[in-house]
Nanobody, 115 residues
Framework: QVQLVESGGGLVHPGGSLRLSCVAS????????IDWYRQAPGKQRELVAS???????NYANFVKGRFAISRDNAKKSAYLQMNDLKPEDTAVYYC?????????WGQGTQVTVSS
């Protein structure tokens, strides 16, 4: 059974930074691509950033230049460094791992950006 556990969320002022972590258990982490999604109240879940098993990255336009996704396969972990946070970044952030026909979601971590 694969489990993904996110952490690192919290309350931050506009312009601040947070680093989210996603730790996997029960799997060969390195073979999975990892996405970070977010869902704000009343809105659909949206893709924020992706990193392939080989380390290639992609970002949604609304976070380019502010967020950075990375991974450490030895630690079975993926990260989302979020800088220059804005109130509109407030959401629950989810880690999503997929490879072939297998996919897994984490439980999410709340990020609130407010003064």
């Amino acid at each position: 059974q694969v489990q993904l556990v996110e952490s690192g969320g919290g309350l931050v002022h506009p312009g601040g930074s947070l680093r989210l972590s996603c730790v996997a258990s029960g799997t060969i982490f390195s073979i999975y691509a990892i996405d970070w999604y977010r869902q704000a109240p009343g809105k659909q879940r949206e893709l924020v950033a992706s990193i392939s098993s080989g380390g290639s990255t992609n970002y949604a336009n609304f976070v380019k230049g502010r967020f950075a996704i990375s991974r450490d396969n030895a630690k079975k972990s993926a990260y989302l460094q979020m800088n220059d946070l804005k109130p509109e970044d407030t959401a629950v952030y989810y880690c999503y791992a997929y490879e072939g026909g297998y996919s897994y979601w984490g439980q999410g971590t709340q990020v609130t950006v407010s003064s």
